[in-house]
């Protein structure tokens, strides 16, 4: 069975522009979870996605954003970039939502912001 | 603020040693996770605890929850280069998904 697949791998970027992200889970996993992870803050939560629905959101501001498609895919959008932008951003897929489903991470997408 | 404190921040030991992760906190998690990341990768799940008190093993990994359900540790006994890679821990406060994430122990196991 295929892993958690993200596109692209790797971006570069000038602050003001915008980004999506890609994130395919693993076939018959519902749930999409994202989080951003830096040197110094570590892994931060951004938003999960189960069923189309956004079910839990971080304390992230309005320039993030999500969608989750029917095929359970999902993207994440990142407006107006800011240089603290920069981060590896990663996906988790899980079969279902409770707090002990296993998540299983991909490999993430690395933003640099000039 | 850093829910999750992890020590130590880095470690470099030789093939055969054993070691201990630590992961504290003043909160009270329901469950506290822990994973390993490898360079390009994202995090692997090792284990899931639980209970309070609780100790399971993987191999030559042990892992260990605190009573109080706030501390957690790792040991690992005859390391192999093989356990290279940043372990994390990562614990939920109540019944959401919004896992909280520990900085890491960066551990470098040489031969």
């Known amino acids: 069975k295929a892993g958690v697949t993200q596109t692209p791998r790797y971006l570069i970027k000038t602050r003001g522009q915008q980004v999506t992200l890609s994130c395919s889970p693993i076939?018959?996993?519902?749930?999409v979870s994202w989080y951003q992870q830096t040197p110094g803050q570590g892994l931060q939560f951004l938003f999960e996605?189960?069923?189309?629905?956004?079910?839990n959101k971080g304390n992230f501001p309005g320039r993030f954003s999500g969608r989750q498609f029917s095929n359970s895919r999902s993207e994440m959008n990142v407006s107006t970039l800011e240089l603290g932008d920069s981060a590896l951003y990663l996906c988790?897929?899980?079969?279902?939502?409770?707090?002990?489903?296993?998540?299983?991470f991909g490999p993430g997408t690395r933003l640099l912001v000039l | 603020t850093q829910l999750l404190e992890q020590s130590p921040q880095f470690l470099s030991i030789q093939e055969g040693e054993n070691l201990t992760v630590y992961c504290n906190s003043s909160?009270?998690?329901?469950?506290l996770q822990w994973y390993r990341q490898e360079p390009g990768e994202g995090p692997v799940l090792l284990v899931t605890?639980?209970?309070g008190g609780e100790v399971k093993k993987l191999k030559r990994l042990t892992f260990q929850f605190g009573d109080a359900r706030k501390d957690s540790s790792l040991h690992i006994t005859a390391a192999q280069p093989g356990d290279t890679g940043l372990y994390l821990c990562?614990?939920?406060?109540?019944?959401?998904?919004?896992?909280?994430w520990g900085l890491g122990t960066s551990l470098a196991v040489n031969p």
């Open positions: 988790a897929s899980s079969l279902g939502a409770g707090p002990l489903e296993t998540q299983y």
């Open positions: 076939s018959g996993h519902r749930s």
């Open positions: 996605y189960f069923s189309e629905t956004q079910r």
């Open positions: 909160s009270v998690f329901s469950s």
């Open positions: 605890v639980v209970t």
């Open positions: 990562a614990g939920f406060t109540g019944n959401n998904r919004k896992l909280i």
